[in-house]
């Protein structure tokens, strides 16, 4: 037996599952800290073309 076993795959699944819950919480804090997103990033509208080489043709 080596002085490091692997681990297995049940261990893995859980130090996957901490890590995820360590990294959703920091996410959460962060999002608190950060309040709600600014107004002043607006979608740009975009003009439509009517134009002749816009239209279907059959």
Known sequence: M???PTPRID???AMREAQFARNEERQK???VVEG???KS???K???KKT???T???D
Request: charged share 45%; no cysteine.
């Open 29 to 31: 804090e962060e999002a």
């Open 41 to 43: 990033a607006k979608k």
């Open 55 to 57: 239209l279907k043709r």
């Open 2 to 4: 080596s002085k490091n």
């Open 36 to 38: 709600p997103p600014a």
């Open 11 to 13: 261990q893995l699944r």
């Open 45 to 47: 509208k975009v003009k």
């Open 51 to 53: 134009g002749p080489e």
